[in-house]
């Protein structure tokens, strides 16, 4: 399991990269695989579209029985809305111990690490990552998150904010601005690490459906945040 960063070939870990050239099979989303094609050279590639992870899962366990050696790669890091899940949910269905194919997961940069960083310091203290994409999980719970996130005053890196289909941002900016400031300070990052990148400073109240899509992570701040020049601060109490 190879988390392969935002998209940038410089931002993929030098231990990433030894995996992708080490193996003999890559899986992923094929989005994903063509962001790391330029490194993998002639490779074995098995490419599957979006929703179709438990595929990829099976695919890869069943490969690695082979005695291929073999990568699935994930965006950002393979263990935040990534594939390590899936492939060890699916080694448990299977009843085949993670040991057995030598199971490794890599790390990588998520997209709300990449995203704060360009932000400036917006992640600073606690904090917590949500994602709006109710396929998997109920929307009545996405919302009980997100109240509790406000109510305990984190800052909130919202993932998955919004696709064509799936209209739910303006529902959560309205929940939010019952527990937060409507002048809270607010980063919108797209396409963070690739050559499309965009970012946006608003305040809380000055979202709109608009300046998000699938390929767009929002990052709110604390009661604490504030604006210094273009960039976002959330101290963390120092003293000055």
């Known amino acids: 399991m190879v988390g392969i960063g935002p998209g940038g070939k410089e931002e993929l870990t030098p231990l990433a990269l030894s995996y992708l050239q080490q193996c003999t099979v890559i899986i992923g989303y094929k989005t994903y695989i063509d962001l790391v094609k330029s490194l993998i050279g002639e490779k074995k590639v098995v490419a599957y579209g979006m929703k179709e992870e438990q595929a990829r899962a099976l695919e890869a366990i069943n490969l690695a029985l082979s005695g ?6 994930s965006g950002g890091d393979a263990g935040v809305y990534g594939m390590s899940g899936v492939v060890l949910e699916a080694l448990r269905e299977k009843n085949i111990s993670p040991r057995k194919i030598n199971l490794t997961i890599i790390p990588g940069i998520t997209s709300a690490l990449k995203a704060a960083s360009l932000l400036g310091s917006p992640l600073n203290h606690d904090f917590c990552l949500i994602s709006l994409s109710d396929l998997l999980t109920p929307w009545e719970v996405i919302e009980k ?7 305990g005053d984190f800052a909130i890196a ?3 904010p919004q696709s064509h289909r799936r209209k739910k941002l303006r529902r959560a900016i309205e929940i939010l601005l019952e527990y937060k400031n409507p002048a809270t300070p607010v980063g919108i990052v797209r396409e963070a690490g690739r050559l499309a990148e965009e970012i946006k400073l608003k305040t809380l109240a000055e979202i709109t459906e608009e300046d998000a899509d699938m390929r767009t992570v ?5 009661s604490q945040s504030y604006f210094y020049e273009n960039f976002i601060i959330t101290p963390r109490g120092y003293k000055w």
């Open 68 to 73: 291929e050696r073999v990568v699935v790669i």
């Open 218 to 222: 929002i990052i709110i701040g604390n």
């Open 158 to 160: 919202l993932y998955n």
């Open 145 to 151: 998150r997100l109240r509790h996130a406000a109510l």
